[in-house]
């Protein structure tokens, strides 16, 4: 079963080993990090349920289309939270909702070996792990299966990933449970945990101290130019502007996408969450007199359900309506998948053989600077026709 171009398509989301019966699927790792399912023909028995879940054999659309939803620009108005969160701080009024009303939010940590993982929650203070964008595919493992139990015991549940997370969970649960909430980042691409967990190696090395902290986006220069913060167990830290910082370089230039992230169908109509959180990433030009660079989220609302969520938090949340043509103008990832970088074979074929930054620097340099070249004659072109024009 599963018989498609598993290494191209696969999301790596895991909802064919949470339904398989049999415990006959093994998530394995491949050379570029990422997890994909591997069928273990003795045990299994032929039911299909795997295809049944597969988000890339089961395509979802959403009762609402994608240009007919409701956006706004959210902050939560408790400063600290603010502060601590990566755009607005929507995430932790929604979980904060969920937990008093006795639920379970489920969500992305970084555990304390390092690795980005979905866990669950019943406490406030645990929500704390959760807030902030964790930058590499955060692993499912039997997730699901543990959001199924408490949605059947009947507790309230929040549900927060990825656009394709949140879809392969409905996928598994295959119902509409009303004590269900579901939240969507907006998604870029997932960056190959492999990659992380070389940089953090290296940089452990490099300082010959542990990391015991790693802060994706750090605020103390404020939202725009945020920080990676990482934290030493020599109680020494580093901040390294975003876009000085070598992991983010090779993200942000497409160098270490899953696969599946260069063909991801989970956009627009597709997006199945209850809400899509993001940064606002151009409100100075768009909304500046509510730009105070302290985080902005860029919020979608995609079903009723979110809507009245977003309702019963007005008291907690500055909000207020935009177009999502303003969210979608500095947010090309809501519409269209990340195109893939070149260079990622070579990178990926040199892994084990070049220092990690090396290899980044390699090949985001060689990638940017191609296209950096033709931006060039690009630009020159332009100036040129202007001039004779
Ligand atoms: C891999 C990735 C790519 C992203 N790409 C974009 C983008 O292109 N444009 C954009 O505007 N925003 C993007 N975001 C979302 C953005 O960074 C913020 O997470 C979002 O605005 C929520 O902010 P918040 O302040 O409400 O929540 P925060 O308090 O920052 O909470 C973060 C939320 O994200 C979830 N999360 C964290 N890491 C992961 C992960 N690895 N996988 C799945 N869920 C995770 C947590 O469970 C939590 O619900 C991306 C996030 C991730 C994780």
Known sequence: MLDFDVNELCYGCEACKNICPKQAIVMKKSYDGFLYPNIDKDLCIGCRK?????????????????????????????????????SGGLF???????IQRKGAVFGVVVSDNMEIIHTETESIDGIEAMRGSKYAQSRIDYIFTKVLKKLQDG?????????????????????NYDNLYTCDVICHGVPSPLVFNKYLKYMEDNKDSKIVKYNFRDKTFGWKKYNIKIQYE??????????????????????????????????????????????????????PEIDDDKGMAAVIINTTKGRKIIDILKDNIF???????????????????????????????????????????????????????????????????????
């Not at 295809?51 to 956006?71: G, I, P, Q, W, Y």
């Not at 507790?155 to 969970?169: D, E, H, I, W």
């Not at 160098?255 to 993001?278: E, F």
């Not at 060039?376 to 004779?388: A, D, E, P, Q």
């Open 234 to 287: 020599d109680n020494n830290s580093t901040l390294t502007k975003f876009n000085e910082d070598i992991y983010m370089k090779g993200f942000l230039s497409d160098l270490y996408l899953r696969n599946s992230c260069y063909n991801c169908k989970c956009k627009t109509d597709n997006v199945m969450s209850d809400i899509t959180i993001g940064d606002f990433w151009g409100i100075e030009n768009k909304y």
């Open 155 to 175: 507790k309230f549940v929040l549900f927060t990933g990825t656009p394709c997370q949140v879809n392969a969970l409905y996928n598994f649960l295959n119902h």
């Open 92 to 98: 932790t009024a929604i979980a904060n909702y969920v």
């Open 319 to 389: 909000m207020q309506p935009v177009s999502l043509n303003d969210i979608i103008d500095g947010n090309p990832s809501l519409r269209k998948a990340a195109k893939k970088n070149k260079c990622r074979d070579k990178f990926f074929h040199n892994i084990n053989n070049i220092d990690i930054v090396k290899n980044i620097h390699k090949y985001y340099k060689k990638s940017i600077s191609i296209e950096s070249k033709l931006k060039g004659t690009v630009i020159k072109i332009i100036h040129k026709f202007k001039v004779v024009v």
């Open 50 to 86: 795997c295809d049944e879940v597969c988000l890339v054999l089961n395509k979802k659309v959403s009762e609402k289309k994608f240009r007919d939803r409701k956006a706004f620009a959210v902050y939560n108005l408790d400063d600290s939270i603010r502060k601590e969160s990566s």
